[in-house]
């Protein structure tokens, strides 16, 4: 094996081509390829141009009931003419229900606070916490539970 050599078999020509690519069909091709393409932009061009002509001809004209300029809006929903200022809006609505004061039952005196400030008044005075219910014994056998119980309100057997 050491003394073999490796010679490449490239055929009788030799290791390239003796001739260049025929250029008339490509060339009768790129012009096909083209030729179809206008023709296909032409036709669909036509066809949209007879669409809108036959759209305008079927176009319903206004009810003569109806008094003139006057505009009847769709039922709701509708869809958005403006998302973007419709979201902003909605985020001024929340963050105005967020930060400020306000009465939100002012028969019963359930008055709205900033968040921040309730924040802070849960900090000063802690969470409230619930009252533990009187047991004696198991739920039971006192028929009693406490509140945490996981039982789902029934009784022990």
Known sequence: MAGTEHKPDHGPGGGYEKRDAHLRPLVLSTVGIIMLVVVTAAVVWLLLAGYDRFARGRAAAPSPLRPAGQ??????????????????????????????????????????????????IVLEKGFPVAQEAVTTGTPGSSGQQKMWDSSGGQRGR
């Open 71 to 120: 505009v009847t809006l769709p039922p709701s929903p509708r869809l958005q003419v403006d998302p973007a200022g419709d979201m902003a809006r909605f985020l001024a609505e929340e963050k105005a229900i967020l930060t400020t004061y306000a009465w939100e039952n002012e028969t019963s005196g359930i008055v709205r606070i900033p968040i921040e400030r309730a924040m802070d």
